[in-house]
């Protein structure tokens, strides 16, 4: 789908037409929008699919009449009726009258500055629009890190309630996205660093001084997805060995119980036998069952109290 948009006072006005200083934003596009742009702009094909490639990786690419900004930004994946995150690359490219973002799908970056969230928005400025974005998108990666931080703290006080499978399936899905977190990050730091040294886009100083903020928000999410990273993997290690302890003790639990119930067992069957009374103790008493029983009882009595003592239980 192609959207035009045009800033007029910091709000984007979409309008019906391309025109100088505007912003094309391709979000799940068609093959044929694809060639369409691509043909008008001078534009190689497999640039501008660039972004529709779920693998592809962050970078900077210069052209001679345009050059291309790929970084991977934040997004909710919607799995089993929970809220999971992952990333998607985003390209960016930079033209002489216009800028052109591909996406395959609609984000929280891009739907910020339709919502004129953001302050001195113009998209006739086109490398202050771009370090904008940026700067919105580590803003993302934050806020989405401490979500997950709050998610993960509330499957721990569930988990030290009740360990359950579908807690510690849901601690691995977070710990899966701050994976995802992690990977994209180190790759926008590195578009980052090359956008700093690259002379081919122009930069006015107020333009470097946002550049550095981008940098540095980046390196603080960076810093929280690794903290965090830590903290949950950490977590993930310490309820699977809870598990397994209580698997341990319940296995103990068991086996001391079936001991203690197998000493009557054994005498009953014993007396079960098809043999002679006469070498049966007290099978010759009058109330030889009951003595047999009592005996039973307390044998397993004593030898309970012995497996307790040594807390066996």
């Known amino acids: 789908m192609i959207h035009i948009y045009k800033s007029t006072k910091g709000i984007a006005m979409q309008i019906e037409q391309p025109e100088e200083g505007c912003w094309i934003m391709l979000t799940d596009p068609t093959e044929q929008e694809l060639k369409q742009i691509a043909c008008k702009y001078e534009i190689e094909l497999s640039d501008i699919r660039a972004a529709m490639d779920e693998e592809e990786r962050a970078r900077?690419?210069?052209?001679?009449?345009?050059?291309?900004?790929?970084?991977?930004?934040?997004?909710?994946?919607?799995?089993?009726?929970r809220e999971y995150y992952m990333t998607i690359p985003m390209s960016v490219l930079l033209l002489k009258d216009v800028?052109?973002?591909?996406?395959?799908?609609?984000?929280?970056?891009?739907?910020?500055?339709?919502?004129?969230?953001?302050?001195?928005f113009h998209t006739r400025m086109k490398?202050?629009?771009?370090?904008?974005?940026?700067?919105?998108?580590?803003?993302?990666?934050?806020?989405?890190?401490?979500?997950?931080?709050?998610?993960?703290?509330?499957v721990e006080e569930k988990l030290h309630k009740s360990t359950q499978n579908r807690d510690l399936l849901e601690l691995m899905e977070l710990e899966k996205s701050l994976v995802y977190f992690t990977t994209s990050l180190r790759a926008n730091e590195v578009v980052l660093e090359k956008l700093m040294r690259a002379e081919n886009i122009k930069k006015y100083p107020e333009d470097t001084d946002l550049l550095e903020d981008v940098i540095i928000e980046n390196k603080q999410?960076?810093?929280?997805?690794?903290?965090?990273?830590?903290?949950?993997?950490?977590?993930?290690?310490?309820?699977?060995?809870?598990?397994?302890?209580?698997?341990?003790?319940?296995?103990?639990?068991?086996?001391t119980i079936t001991i203690v119930l197998s000493i009557p067992t054994m005498i009953f069957s014993a007396y079960g036998m098809n043999v002679n009374?006469?070498?049966?103790?007290?099978?010759?008493?009058?109330?030889?069952?009951?003595?047999?029983?009592?005996?039973?009882?307390?044998?397993?009595?004593?030898?309970?109290?012995?497996?307790?003592?040594?807390n066996l239980f």
Not at 66 to 79: E, Q
Not at 279 to 285: I, T
Not at 298 to 305: E, G, H, K, R, W
């Open 277 to 310: 009374i006469k070498g049966m103790p007290f099978a010759s008493e009058l109330q030889g069952f009951a003595i047999v029983i009592v005996l039973s009882v307390l044998i397993s009595v004593i030898v309970a109290f012995i497996f307790a003592k040594k």
């Open 221 to 255: 999410a960076l810093e929280m997805v690794n903290i965090y990273s830590g903290i949950l993997s950490n977590m993930v290690d310490a309820f699977a060995s809870i598990i397994s302890n209580n698997l341990n003790m319940a296995m103990k639990f068991l086996a």
């Open 60 to 81: 900077i690419q210069i052209e001679d009449t345009y050059s291309m900004i790929v970084v991977d930004v934040p997004t909710i994946d919607l799995r089993n009726e």
């Open 99 to 120: 800028i052109i973002t591909v996406c395959i799908e609609e984000n929280i970056v891009l739907k910020s500055f339709l919502n004129s969230h953001i302050r001195h």
């Open 127 to 154: 490398t202050r629009f771009v370090l904008q974005l940026l700067y919105k998108n580590a803003e993302c990666y934050l806020n989405y890190l401490r979500v997950i931080n709050r998610k993960s703290e509330a």
